[in-house]
């Protein structure tokens, strides 16, 4: 189970109210911190919340906040007050994501209002000034507006927070290549580390040493798994159960290092003198494996593997688009290697040869053949440029099909827009070389994610 996100809040109202002709409104704001502390606390665990009205209480909790403690901040003027403290406030928060609250204390305005009922509804005002202040000062924030019994707020409140969840966790993720003569992994390092993710480096070699040690029980096992999974086998016996050592190995040294994605060259011909083919099947099977496993060194395709995996669960399906269909509006694509097999449609995956290393001997190897099951996806990838990372979004239908390509993973994709549409964006945005596809409509998920990483991103949409 996902820990809760930690989320700390900063109620502010004016200290003029603290006079004695007040106090009933001063209970009326106690009322609505407590629904708001009651409401959230069903979704996070709210590590801290303040009340801000005297400079007495501002020095308390600049001195006193604990910004580390927190997943994401969120700011909240409850009544219009007479000094903002963006600047105080700001330093205090530090880099920690912040939530600009622009409340309001009801769904549906009453009419007619007394004073203090206007006063009780007064914070926007503030906060749409506030809006300014951190723009000038170039401080990220997310906005929300209206009151806690709006569902659209909740919904956007919770993008927020399980973003900044996910970018806290991608801090401390674990990503490995792995590593032979001629594989340059420096500029990969590079682009990984300039969001705070270390990579670590395998060398082929000790993925090696641990072939060695996977004996003919381990092997047995795994093929006695993927048997409950796979109906049928196009390789010989001897071919599979080297295909077999290789995953057991795979999982095991992922396992052993505690890796969030694990990615290999693509057809390596070193790999291939080394260990004889090239690892084709899923090193784990069942609903959640451990680790994600990549066939490729691209470094969008891996940052966007962990991040699809972070905010769904899921692991995602690495699509190369290969051709099109205008008439059927559709894009044909997959890729080839260490593809999950947990999003096969169901009786139509087989094990078969690896045509792409090997085509003249369809024994040449082993991966799975099989194409995506139908439902909602949504497409993400992603590209390091010059001037830093970008984003480009886009959603669609995966479609029931027979399989279209011989000897593949694969999708058929109906995207929400023309394929001239798809097209002219990709030309003009640039494309970088793989998709990954999850299921599910997450694009607002996505865009929260972005927004607070402060990286730009597109969306293919009509």
């Not at 004016?14 to 609505?32: C, G, M, W, Y």
């Not at 007050?81 to 920690?96: I, M, P, R, T, Y």
């Not at 040493?209 to 048997?227: G, T, W």
């Not at 269909?325 to 449609?345: C, M």
């Amino acid at each position: 189970m996902k820990p809760q996100p930690q989320v700390s809040i900063i109620f502010l109202y004016s200290d003029h109210l603290n006079k004695p002709a007040f106090e009933s409104i001063r209970q009326e704001l106690e009322t609505d911190r407590r629904a708001i502390l009651e409401k959230l606390s069903e979704k996070y665990s709210i590590c801290s919340y303040w009340v801000v009205s005297t400079n007495q209480d501002l020095a308390r909790f600049v001195s006193s906040f604990q910004s580390e403690e927190s997943d994401i901040v969120i700011l909240l003027y409850q009544t219009q007050v007479e000094e903002l403290h963006v600047q105080e406030l700001v330093d205090a928060v530090g880099n920690k994501p912040l939530v600009a609250w622009c409340y309001l204390p009801w769904k549906r305005a009453p009419k007619p209002l007394s004073y203090e009922e206007y006063l009780r509804a007064s914070g926007a005002a503030s906060m749409f000034v506030a809006f300014h202040e951190f723009r000038k000062r170039f401080v990220p924030y997310l906005p929300v507006f209206g009151a806690i019994q709006d569902t659209d707020l909740l919904r956007k409140l919770d993008s927020f927070v399980q973003s900044a969840r996910v970018r806290s966790q991608l801090r401390h993720a674990k990503i490995a290549v792995l590593e032979h003569a001629g594989i340059h992994t420096e500029e990969i390092s590079q682009t990984i580390q300039s969001l705070g993710v270390n990579l670590q480096r395998i060398p082929l070699s000790e993925y090696q040493d641990e072939v060695v040690k996977v004996s003919s029980k381990d092997i047995a096992e795994y093929i006695q798994q993927l048997k409950e999974y796979v109906p049928d086998f196009m390789v010989t016996i001897p071919t599979l159960q080297h295909g077999a050592k290789l995953s057991v190995a795979l999982n095991r040294l992922a396992l052993q290092k505690n890796l969030d994605v694990f990615a290999l060259p693509a057809h390596s011909p070193e790999i291939r003198r080394v260990l004889k083919i090239c690892p084709g099947l899923p090193p784990e099977w069942g609903d959640n494996p451990h680790t994600i496993y990549l066939t490729t060194l691209d470094p969008g395709a891996i940052l966007a593997s962990l991040l699809l995996r972070l905010v769904t669960g899921q692991v995602g399906f690495l699509f190369k688009a290969w051709f099109w269909d205008k008439a059927r509006n559709i894009l044909v694509g997959g890729h080839t290697g260490l593809q999950y097999p947990n999003i096969s449609a169901p009786k139509l995956s087989l094990v078969c040869g690896d045509y792409y290393c090997n085509r003249a001997d369809p024994d040449g190897g082993v991966q799975l053949e099989f194409i995506a099951r139908s439902g909602r996806v949504t497409l993400l990838q992603m590209e390091h440029r010059p001037e830093g990372w970008k984003a480009l979004i886009t959603s669609g239908m995966c479609l029931e099909s027979e399989l279209w390509v011989e000897g593949l993973p694969q999708a058929v994709i109906r995207p929400d827009c023309t394929i001239d549409h798809y097209l002219e964006v990709v030309s003009a945005k640039g494309s970088g070389r793989n998709w990954v596809m999850v299921y599910g409509s997450i694009m607002e998920d996505l865009i929260a994610l972005f927004e607070l990483m402060q990286m730009p991103f597109d969306i293919i949409q009509q």
